[in-house]
């Protein structure tokens, strides 16, 4: 019946990306810490502060600091609670400040989060923030499951901080889920647009407008970024020519 009555089908859709949605995005995230500590930096924190392929979360205790993002500035001041999307920032400047922070990565689908959910990129910060700070510091790296929850809870704990009013940013991006999962799982191999395409079950045409329509960029385009953001990622963290590096995320 959904084949033979479009509109039915369309409805149908929608209605499946509306009420509980949200919640089923934010319950089926995983979240891998990468790194957690606690650091009063100077002024060299602008040579090493650029583009980290984590996510980050930052508690200002003392001084101030200004990150420059690809699309912002944002002035980091004490007792806030900062989120930084990962591959955004530019560069950095402080004189001194100290700062609790957490690296972490989110597995695709969602692993660009801000694509699918708006929510608060700053908020007020109180001494128990500081004390799930260093539980995670504490207990991370984790080599028991006691410590791995205890990590993970208190990070959850202040991470849920910046959720009170989150929402959908546009809720036709998540029909492209399985493509910007194809994506991020196959970069360093060659993909074309039928491809992705069928992945919708989709002409190349209309899955492009549609797309486009969704991300304000191409699919090809998207592509890109991603071969360009792991790129990137290796250029700073090993010593392989650009020649090499190109063939490694998929580059031809």
């Known amino acids: 019946s959904l084949v033979k009555n479009p509109k039915l089908c369309y409805s149908f859709f929608m209605n499946d990306l509306t009420g509980d949605n949200l919640l089923n ?3 089926n995230l995983k979240v891998k810490i990468d790194e957690a500590n606690f650091v009063r930096v100077w002024p060299f924190w602008q040579d090493i502060v650029a583009f980290y392929p984590y996510n980050r979360l930052y508690l200002i205790t003392d001084g101030c600091a200004d990150l420059y993002l690809r ?3 944002v002035r980091m001041e ?3 609670i900062y989120f930084v999307p990962q591959y955004t920032v530019v560069r950095g400047e402080c004189d001194i400040f100290g700062h609790y922070f957490c690296h972490f990565e989110i597995d695709a689908p969602f692993s660009d989060l ?6 608060s990129a700053r908020v007020p910060a109180d001494e128990r923030d500081r004390e799930l700070f260093e539980t995670v510091m504490k207990n991370f790296p984790s080599d028991t499951p006691q410590k791995l929850f205890n990590a993970n809870g208190a990070f959850m704990l202040l991470f849920s901080k910046l959720l009170e009013n989150a929402s959908y940013v546009d809720s036709e991006k998540t029909r492209f889920i399985p493509v910007l999962k194809y994506v991020d799982e196959n970069y360093q191999k060659p993909i074309s647009l039928e ?5 919708m079950s989709l002409n190349t045409r209309y899955f492009c407008t549609l797309f486009k329509s969704a991300f304000r960029i191409s699919p090809w385009q998207h592509v890109i970024y991603t071969r360009l953001n792991k790129a990137a990622v290796l250029l700073k963290s090993n010593d ?3 020649r090499e590096i190109s063939f490694a995320v998929g580059f031809e």
Not at 195 to 199: G, S, V, Y
């Open 114 to 119: 801000t694509k699918f959910v708006q929510f």
């Open 71 to 73: 699309d912002k500035t």
């Open 195 to 199: 491809d992705l395409a069928n992945l």
């Open 25 to 27: 995005i934010f319950g």
């Open 78 to 80: 004490p007792d806030f």
């Open 240 to 242: 392989k020519s650009i």
